[in-house]
């Protein structure tokens, strides 16, 4: 009736509110904290399901940025600063040339020509490799820290210049029937021509596409503006994470917060207590020491409280399973795990069990991209055709509109035939708060 925004008029209530009920990533990134208002000197904060906070905190603050996102915001900006030139600031072209330096300097980091369409291969003989490299190489080797960093990211708050360019794109992007020939893709303007496709058909099957996964958002300046943020920030212990290929597209920089305690301290500084509650926090001490005494809190003010599990001991049986059917070793760290004698093993003993257990089965992998490599590989290797020969296979979704959808598919087919398979993420959608009982998992 109104015609006002509950979110501003939740933001304004803020000051006056007695209890403030918020989501993870309002809380605990200081830039988020201050932007809504929120003020926790002497207040008491609740974290609830805080078994997740130690990686929810290094998530919030480690930054990835691919090589197609520097190579759009380098042709866009470029076009921007061109197309504006006479009517900007001397202080603001200023820094905007920082800016294209920076952009430029990752760009040539990752093997990549600037100016240059990143989906053309620019070192044919390159192969792809990922390089973790300390902080301070990182800005000493990309020439940029001799740049006010903090000035440079408070004048793209102020003037905006990240929304300014999504405008600017918006604004000026070639119309959707303008030609049908395919200009050569060269130079700054090589991006604005190609942000809209031709053929609506084509547009329905590239969206459909694996590619379009890592497809840059329209707007690529905000990612630079987040990656220099993390790197001006007092950050205790990160890395860089470098990759390299033959194109620029297949490059990325990431930002890896490795010490969580230097986000949390503020929090534990400020506030009059800090409660911390979750099913599944043991160790402890790991927690406590991780968190809060790295964080400077007093370890005499540090208590614990804890209550035995919700399921007797007799009733669980977990097994650790070494090796394979063919005896191979089941080895899954990092060097290991996208081998193809270790996926194959994997398959066989999949099948095996499948073979074995009645009615569902849920497995869980470490993350989205491993549980899709698996998935291809057993597709081609035919392991998932023998197993849907027992069991129909379901897969976690990664749009949390379709996980009620997929639960349900999944629970019917446990109910009205053999079983049913479910692959799924640890700490994605259904590895927490939801129960596999009975004859599900």
């Known amino acids: ?12 209530a803020i000051p006056l509110a007695q209890l403030v009920v918020l989501p993870y990533n309002t809380l605990l990134h200081a830039g988020t904290r201050k932007a809504v208002g929120l003020n926790l000197k002497n207040s008491i904060v609740i974290i609830d399901e805080a078994h997740n906070l130690v990686d929810t905190i290094t998530n919030i603050h480690s930054v990835n940025i691919s090589g197609s996102q520097l190579g759009l915001a380098f042709s866009q ?29 990752f760009i040539k980091m990752l093997g990549g020509a600037p ?19 300390e902080v301070a190489d990182f800005l000493s080797e990309s020439q940029i820290y001799n740049l006010d960093l903090f000035r440079l990211i408070k004048y793209c708050n102020v003037s ?26 060269t130079g700054v303007g090589s991006f604005l021509s190609t942000i809209n496709k031709a053929d609506k058909k084509e547009e329905v099957v590239t969206a459909n596409s694996e590619n379009n996964e890592n497809r840059p958002p329209a707007n690529s300046l905000q990612s630079l503006v987040e990656l220099l943020s993390s790197l001006s920030m007092k950050h205790g212990e990160a890395r860089m994470v470098l990759t390299k290929g033959p194109k620029l597209a297949a490059g990325r920089i990431r930002f890896l917060l490795l010490d969580p305690a230097n986000q949390f301290q503020q929090i534990v500084r400020e506030a009059h207590s800090v409660v911390v509650a979750g099913g599944t926090m043991r160790p402890i001490s790991e927690f406590r020491d991780q968190l809060f005494v790295s964080a400077g809190a007093d370890p005499a003010r540090v208590t614990s409280f804890s209550c035995d599990h919700v399921v007797p001991g007799q009733n669980m049986l977990p097994l650790v399973i070494s090796s394979g059917p063919s005896g191979a ?11 193809k004698e270790t996926l194959d093993e994997l398959g066989r003993a999949l099948v095996n069990i499948v073979n074995m257990v009645p009615g569902g089965m849920v497995v869980f992998f470490p993350s989205y991209d491993y549980e899709k490599l698996v998935s291809k590989h057993l597709e081609t290797s035919g392991v998932l055709a023998r197993i849907e020969n027992k069991k129909k296979i379901f897969r976690e979704p990664k749009t949390s509109s379709e996980l009620d ?22 700490g994605g959608k259904m590895s927490e708060g939801i129960n596999f009982s009975d004859n599900l998992g």
């Open 1 to 12: 009736k109104t015609h006002s925004c509950p979110y501003y008029a939740s933001r304004s």
């Open 115 to 133: 100016g240059k369409d990143p989906t053309e291969i620019t070192n044919q003989c390159a192969k792809e490799e990922t390089n973790l490299i």
């Open 160 to 185: 905006q210049i990240c929304h300014k360019l999504n405008g600017f794109v918006e604004k000026y992007q070639p119309s959707a029937s303008v030609t049908n020939s395919k200009p050569v893709k």
């Open 329 to 339: 070793r089941l080895d899954f760290s990092y060097q290991f795990r996208d081998k």
């Open 405 to 426: 959808k997929v639960l349900g598919d999944f629970a019917t087919a446990v109910r009205l035939s053999t079983g049913a398979l479910l692959m799924a993420v640890v």
């Open 77 to 105: 900006l470029t076009q921007y600063r061109e197309r504006y030139s006479t009517r900007l600031k001397a202080k603001n072209i200023l820094y905007i040339k920082q800016l294209l330096f920076i952009l430029s300097s």
